[in-house]
């Protein structure tokens, strides 16, 4: 039997623009093995839903990333492309957004997967 994790939330950034409703899964050793659309998670099997963006090549020292896009305060549009894809990466999620303006906020949190 082969192990998945199944990671979805509202929406998934790259580098060519944001895609709603994203299922990305996983494989036992944390690589990206696919990314699905995913419109209601609560009804897929052993999925976990993470309610924000998705970053899946979030550079490894996430904490220290998110503190400086904390700071600065400007849309992650504008932001996230000088900070990813990096190498070594992680998946994460950026809750609490704007998603109007697709800007952090005071409450915004980093959920990262697989990291190191």
Do not use: K
């Amino acid at each position: 039997m082969t192990f998945e994790r199944r990671i979805a939330s509202n929406l998934l950034w790259t580098p060519q623009g944001v895609i709603r409703h994203p299922l990305a899964v996983f494989g036992p050793d944390g690589r990206l093995l696919r990314i699905e659309p995913c419109a209601e998670p609560d009804r897929q099997p052993a999925t976990e839903f993470y309610a924000g963006l998705l970053v899946l090549d979030f550079p490894t020292d996430y904490e220290t990333v998110f503190a400086a896009l904390l700071a600065e305060q400007a849309p992650l549009s504008e932001q996230l492309p000088h900070y990813v894809p990096a190498t070594p990466s992680c998946p994460v999620v950026l809750s609490g957004l704007d998603y109007d303006t697709l800007r952090l906020t005071p409450r915004s949190r980093i959920t990262a997967f697989f990291a190191e």
